[in-house]
């Protein structure tokens, strides 16, 4: 059994003398810094060091819990390329999670260990120009029948780490129309196929990300029956067995670098004089350094508290998405106290807080907008009170 | 071994069906409700049902972690008059658990024992018109040596439940001036002691303490060596050990408060129609409802990780903190919330939560306002810092 | 031409002088200080010192523009009562407003002048328990022909100043059904036409109004073809008329409230000591006192800006939902921060703060709640964008 | 005498068609987009449009009051560089006004004149790393009497615009020692000064200022006797005549560009479909809208009240640092909440949101953080109830 306190301790340590050099000598961004060339010497230091892949599952060398994993984590996304270096980084990591959840024999050893042992990334392409991540309706990407297999035509957005990857995980409609919801499957589309075409990288806010937010597009994109995922039409359901652990490990990584800028803004103020004292003991920054360390602490409980939830075999729905919304809304409410903390200098690429805001500020509106999960919350209990009303 | 969950469930189950009619009846005022009158009636029926004092010490008759407490407490405070049925409002509750950790087997007995069986209650005599209570340096309230005992002088007010109190713990300076920390000490005087004067309930927006919040004037009030609780000078050191529990404590009955509030402002939105449809499918109503559910939950995680610290034995200083700061704050927005959603009959006595956030609001001064909570959070992790770095 | 800065100086002094020591005498519960009894005397008082009525048409003795107004308002606003002691507390002020608008010559020396002068008061009877206020379309209660007039049947509710009024002004369905919005028409009923019954006063938590808060019924009311206000079916229209400046009063004497609140707050932090100062020298206590400033500067800029459109004879329905929204919301912050630096003070009617926290807390409901509010403010500025757009 | 209604119409129509065009396509950088060059292209545009320099003093061809700049500076900030093509961009423009306040007949034609006519940039040199913005006492550049003139010796940093200045505007200490106030003396330093060296660009967040935010090094620079701008020692006082107005034309610039974000959203929003509808029907959208509108009309009236004032001859720093904070915090609101609406687009430069978010946000700090205001704010007014008050 792994001692998760101990891995994340040295995972931390890891970070900081071998991580943080290379994101501060570029101000966080993956293209500038090398890409998938500094994410192969990431790893490979990892697996030096024997913390890479923890989360795999257990025959690929992992086996931690996801209240482990959030300890572990946590110290990870300490730094913006910590999770990269230890193989999880979104998209990757949710997808080992669900292909080890659902694919087959063949899947596994063609898709799985590849992507576990580091040597391929893939991407995950749901979100289309219309929608389609918030509101499975909109789903516009088709799945026909062909010969021995499908024929998938339609445009995705935004799909995280499309540029490099090895194979994708693509949702397309195989049944219904667009406008309602429809069954969807999954797709696994190996980078080359005839017809896939990656195209822009979205000029997003953040920019830490190997292989960017890209469009892509599926031209008449064959594949044959051994490529879906699951079964046909339950894509929506695999989607919920992704999304609720991979919103946790999403916070969990953007929590680390929470705590990075609170550390930053700590030091700052503690070295900082003004007004005839250091800045930390000013009541003002006092109030701020302290909401810091609520809003982190509460982050913290919620995720703890879904995670345990998620470990005991519920889908816990409701917890994952009030940990989510709250530590997205939280994370981003810490890094801007942060920046105010330390004026001009929290403004610059001199301290590693501005570039943390700008990575954090997209995850209230990636893997779900804070008002779509307000919503399914709202409905949830609502529900739940008319049940136990009736 | 205590089923925390089944007594928390049974607990809840008692407010409901005995409780709330009668805090319904008197908009949760304790004094028209019938004061010590309705307590013995209400704790009768506790005992009856085989809940009352579930956090006494085992020796009598109680037994639950903290952390459990929780539970049972929440529920307890789902109506305002829940906590003092089972015996566990405060202050009494606080001070159970300070005597079990202090007192001589004498002091056992004499205050101890009636306390924990409910046939008297107590005061805790900390708060001083000065401060005294957030500001350790203010405390007026001078013990000086007397022939075989101790003569007490000073004023205090503010103290929960001094009208009809069976003793008073009192806190007093015996060493140092006003203006320095110095050193205090705890006394235990019981009603009708000479120079003992209980003045008026000082007119707050909280009504339900029965006991009220009062003024007490200490004029040459004597007592005997065995008055003195723990040791003399120490009384700084046991009010630590008394307030960390206490705080989450407060935390506990007021987030059950808090639920009731949601929970009536759900059932009034779903059936509230307007704008052709039903309240509760509105998109701010929605934002409402789901921030106060993101709110209670996160309260819930931060009381429970708190318990859980002093569970093992930690002073947890920071845990409380934090815990008590963002509960009192998220259960004051959480009612604030309920009401509006409710409009007009959220501003009345019809339904009960303009009366909770009546009730609630102080909770963010009493026990320490936030601002000083902040000030401490923001000193212990500066300090920490400091430490690491050195 | 009245010079309104000189006067609302006087009125201030007034208020001080004659009002705050009744208010605080009766921690600002109008039925407990006197109820009509008291507004007769201190009416009495504000005609001898040459203050009362200033905003009653020119004809009645006054003649200001609304933004001479908003300096005299809040300046009576500044006491509880003081609005009722000019004769300028609602609904009174707003029907006043209403009635010279629409009056014909008989109704304005039947109901206008006597209003005017003090002699009586009013209540406007729009709320139902469905609503009826926020949405027109649930307006139930119905006028229907009869011989010579019309025969009104239904129930109102939170009706200001019901309890003791002269007259009422009473909304009632004229056409179409409940469910659509159809047409309403404006009555003028007496206080003792049969059928008219004032129920009882919806237990608030704000208790400053003359004549309370009332259930209204309506039992086969019969009026004459003279009681109609206005043109009938033109009800809504006129409402609206009311609605604008009135929202506009409402802030004006709400801010004199909150104007105290926050003298309150800085008289009382600038001599209280904590922690080796004065407690208005903390960052804190600074930052919440700052931002009073803000809020109550921001409050009347807006207040102030809404008016000069609305003296300029526009509609200006968008600033006005603005000022009153943000107003409430400020107003309702300013007094919450005040309680707050305060600490236990804060919470007690030893300090006007608590009281006054109470009384501005419905602002946010009454009048139209704030969500309501944001709806029409964000349909009009999507619709003018759709409109240039195109 | 200038019609500024018309002008800022005609402002706002040259941006949309010249300015907005070459924004968008640089993504707000303007050193990609062209810096100095296309500064003088713009500013050529400007001019053959008829509405270059208006805010410059009447012998240079402009002649607006401060509360007709807002409307005309507000219509300019709707682009990134509309200010730049007008040459009233900061510092520029606020070096203008105070040259014209403070400047001898000789210094006007050597440096006001070219700046107002374009031909030169400027700089105001305030800024040091130990701070000197905020709190006065902590500036180090030193000023010594040389053979004729002066010798200044320190490091200035963040000042903006140093890059290509022709002239800087540089605040040294002429009396007393750093740590306490002493005074201060304002030089012009023509670029080229020997011994001046313009550094590195600080990596700020922001990146919309021709000549950025930079480090600037004075080694023994030497200047005569009439490089002094004003009186010696008399520069703490300039640099107050010159922030009040100063940062009002921040707001105002500012306040442009966060309308030109509500616009990007709102035209996304009424387009964008989703569960069923428009985006900009839904409640949660609703809300952001309103509340966009709100901030935006709370920023307006407060900066038009501290302009009225500034026009009327008084200090008003009350007002202004009202104006500034609520501003600053309002305008970051909205720029947030417009990126929200916008979801993942709003994460993206294809929409200008996100790049009006990045350049704003530092304006929270630059030119007075919040948390110096809200002291200052919070002194003045306590210090004012002290004086009424004996």
């Known amino acids: 059994m792994i001692d998760a306190t101990d891995l994340a301790r040295r995972v931390r340590d890891f970070v900081v003398r071998e991580v943080l050099p290379v994101e501060d000598a570029h101000d966080g961004d993956i293209a500038a810094a090398g890409g998938d060339e500094l994410r192969v010497k990431l790893q ?31 110290a990870a996304g300490y730094g913006l390329f910590g999770p990269l270096a230890l193989g999880a980084a979104a998209p990757d990591e949710g997808n080992l999670h669900l292909l080890d959840r659902v694919a087959t024999p063949g899947q596994r050893e063609t898709f ?7 040597e391929v990334r893939s991407a995950f392409a749901m979100t289309e120009p219309a929608g389609a991540g918030s509101d499975p309706s909109t789903l516009r990407t088709v799945a026909t029948r062909a010969p021995g297999g499908w024929r998938i035509e339609g445009r995705k957005t935004f799909i995280t780490g499309a540029d490099g990857a090895g194979f994708l995980i693509v949702m397309a409609r195989t049944s219904g129309a667009p406008g309602d919801r429809g069954g969807a499957t999954m797709f696994l589309v190996p980078a080359g196929t005839p017809g896939l075409k990656v195209g822009r990288h979205v000029p997003t806010l953040d920019r830490s990300m190997v292989g960017g937010h890209c469009d892509v597009d599926f031209a008449g994109v064959v594949v044959g029956d051994d490529a879906v995922l699951g079964e046909v039409d339950a ?16 916070v969990m990584r953007w929590l680390g670098a929470a705590v990075r800028a609170q550390d930053a803004a700590i030091a700052y103020t503690a070295r900082r004089s003004t007004f005839g004292g250091r800045l930390s003991d000013l009541g003002m920054a006092q109030q701020m350094i302290a ?4 809003d982190l602490a509460a982050t913290r409980a919620l995720l703890h508290h879904a995670c345990v939830q998620l470990d005991a075999g519920r ?43 700008r990575e954090v500020r997209p995850f209230r509106v990636y893997d779900g907008p804070s008002e779509v999960h307000r919503m399914a919350i709202a409905r949830r209990v609502v529900s739940a009170h008319r049940k136990a009303a009736s």
Chains 1, 2, 3, 4 share one sequence.
């Open 44 to 74: 490979a230091a990892a697996r030096a060091e024997g913390i890479f892949g923890p989360h795999a599952p257990p025959a690929y060398g992992g086996g931690l819990t996801l209240r482990q994993c959030a300890d572990v984590f946590e």
């Open 112 to 118: 799985l260990a590849p992507l576990a042992r580091g």
């Open 235 to 250: 894509g929506f359901r695999y989607a919920q067995v992704r999304l609720g652990p991979a919103r946790m490990t999403h």
């Open 291 to 294: 909401d810091n360390e609520i």
């Open 315 to 357: 889908e816990a729905a409701q917890e994952t998405s009030i940990a989510k919304t709250f530590g997205a809304e939280a994370i981003g409410r810490v890094t801007d106290r942060a920046m105010q903390l330390c004026g001009g200098q929290g403004m610059s690429a001199d301290l590693p807080i501005a570039r943390i805001a």
